[in-house]
């Protein structure tokens, strides 16, 4: 890790965080001592400049610090992601010259918390279409109408990023990005009861005509791709946060089943579970499919701040980062439930935690079958109509 941990992420401050997961995933809240001690470090403007008072440190760096707290509260970890989205595609905009999110910039650092608001139920369009109505008014801002899914760090948000549909003009929809504060017309649904990832509280957001003012309206783009920076910028970022979350829960796992191997002693032979040759190909296993992810996340992350262009293969790339991520994530955590013993089993054991939390991997975007559609044409071309 090339950022210094112990200034952004001190071993004391993981070890609370550590600590306190366990009872907020059996209580299902959100962990609201966690955010507190984050904010108070300075975690949530890691990725603003220095000049605007956060760290100034680059997406490569915030995916290892993910990484990193990852290890300890996934879901804490997760949640933070989304904020962190954010200020992040703050930064892609800005390194390209457009500082339309400078707000975003300015209000983490002033404590605001930024919810990422793109997920809709059965849209599989993502980013290029929405069902959300984006209403025009005589003043230039816009009321939403419509419901979010999966929008995490529900309880405390204070400004939510989200895209909608103006279909004003029938000859000329547009896709619209902009931020609403909260609000009356904001209901936010106490319907986070899930298997695993429960401290993100991603509930459900209801838009009553929820208004995003002039100045919050950050871009109108037409439906489907676009090459606008702020897509590429949501995209890469999330992508990439994404994978580091998943690449830390692997990583934990992985310490997990070390120390069970250590610990652990067969009445068979007497000898710890570490000389079993059978558990110790295992372990090398999980270790050798764990250790290619910390470099690619930090590869295709550096990429970004480096503003390297991959063209056309930027989309593909970046999915099957995320995806690569997720299914070895799970592995390594299947595997460490076996070296670990039934103990594991039990739901006071750390893995049991890390088992459920895992699973929430494949519901994020990009799904299985997106990114092998994207890199399947990466590689052979697009489909004959």
Do not use: C
């Not at 995933?25 to 990725?47: K, T, W």
């Not at 954010?86 to 650092?109: I, N």
């Not at 250590?262 to 570490?274: A, F, L, P, V």
Request: hydrophobic fraction near 45%.
């Amino acid at each position: 890790m090339a950022v210094d941990a112990s200034i952004h992420l001190p071993d004391d401050l993981l070890a609370r965080i550590r600590a306190r997961a366990a009872s907020v995933d059996a209580d299902n809240v959100f962990p609201e001592q966690d955010l507190a001690e984050l904010q108070a470090a300075g975690y949530l403007s890691i990725l603003v400049p220095a000049e605007l008072g956060g760290a100034g440190l680059g997406l490569a760096d915030a995916a290892a610090l993910q990484q990193r707290l990852a290890s300890a509260a996934p879901a804490t970890a997760l949640a933070v992601n989304m904020h962190l989205v954010w200020t992040g595609v703050a930064k892609v905009l800005a390194d390209r010259g457009d500082d339309s999110l400078r707000f975003v910039q300015v209000g983490a650092v002033d404590g605001e918390i930024f919810a990422f608001g793109i997920s809709e139920a059965g849209n599989d369009l993502v980013l290029f279409g929405s069902d959300t109505d984006a209403a025009p008014r005589p003043d230039g801002s816009y009321a939403f109408t419509g419901t979010k899914i999966f929008t995490s760090l529900g309880p405390v948000w204070s400004q939510l990023g989200l895209h909608g549909l103006d279909a004003s003009d029938p000859d000329d929809p547009r896709m619209v990005y902009a931020f609403v504060p909260r609000s009356p017309e904001v209901v936010t649904r106490d319907d986070w009861d899930t298997l695993g990832m429960r401290g993100t509280q991603s509930r459900t957001t209801e838009l009553h005509g929820a208004v995003a003012s002039p100045d919050r309206v950050v871009r109108r783009l037409a439906p489907g791709p676009q090459p606008d920076a702020i897509v590429f910028g949501i995209f890469s970022v999330f992508e990439v946060l994404l994978a580091s979350v998943y690449t830390g829960v692997a990583r934990r796992a992985l310490d997990l089943a070390v120390e069970a191997a250590k610990t652990r002693t067969s009445k068979k032979s007497g000898r710890t579970y570490s000389q079993d040759p059978d558990i110790r190909h295992r372990i090398a296993a999980m270790a050798i499919a764990y250790d290619a992810l910390p470099v690619l996340v930090e590869s295709l992350a550096a990429d970004v701040d480096d503003l390297v262009d991959h063209g056309a293969l930027w989309f593909p790339r970046l999915s099957a980062l995320k995806h690569r991520a997720v299914t070895m994530a799970k592995q390594v955590v299947d595997e460490a439930m076996l070296v670990s013993g039934g103990a594991s089993y039990f739901t006071r054991n750390e893995l049991s935690r890390l088992y459920r939390d895992v699973l929430a991997g494949m519901f994020h975007p990009s799904d299985p079958e997106s990114v092998h559609s994207a890199v399947a044409a990466a590689w052979l071309g697009p489909l004959e109509p």
